[in-house]
């Protein structure tokens, strides 16, 4: 079988970032997939399951309701291994284009307080898996070491 684009990336030298992970044409559109990674792979602990899930419950929120992006949106969601996210979003964009929007985003988890959206038994499927706590500690984590410092080696992948 053949091995899928990003089981290509090199886990071992990725950076912790925003990375433009592909593209792909859907109809007349573009969708880019970003990889907005908050850990270093196989170098640093994965983020907790009721961490990163109380995160995508938040960003999903933020980002379906900003009021420039809302309907560019496709998709929030973790990434199997814990290290981070993927945003989909309509349009060509770059790294460059969106990287306000995530750090946006994650000022709005760093500090949200109060209810999470979607935290009942009747809007999610495990709603007990929550921490809003160590979400907030993770998203001010990522924004102070990550995303309001960024650099080349933040944005593109790895050679």
């Not at 946006?104 to 007990?128: K, M, R, W």
């Not at 160590?134 to 050679?159: C, F, G, I, Q, S």
Request: aromatic residues 10%; charged residues 25%.
């Amino acid at each position: 079988m053949k091995k899928i684009p990003s089981f290509q990336v090199d886990h071992e030298r990725l950076k912790r970032g925003v990375y433009v992970s592909r593209q792909d044409r859907v109809g007349d559109d573009v969708v880019t997939t970003f990889d907005v990674r908050m850990k270093e792979p196989n170098r640093e602990p994965a983020l907790s399951p009721s961490a990163i899930h109380t995160i995508e419950h938040l960003a999903a929120t933020f980002l379906r309701n900003h009021p420039v992006w809302a309907d560019r949106v496709v998709y929030w969601g973790p990434m199997g291994c814990l290290t981070g996210n993927y945003l989909l979003l309509r349009g060509d964009l770059t790294s460059e284009d969106i990287l306000p929007l995530v750090r946006e985003t994650f000022e709005f988890i760093a500090q949200f307080e109060g209810e999470v959206p979607g935290q009942s038994p009747h809007d999610c499927g495990n709603y007990l898996l929550m921490n809003l706590p160590m979400a907030r500690w993770e998203a001010r984590k990522y924004l102070d070491e990550v995303l309001n410092v960024a650099t080349e080696e933040n944005l593109h992948y790895p050679a």
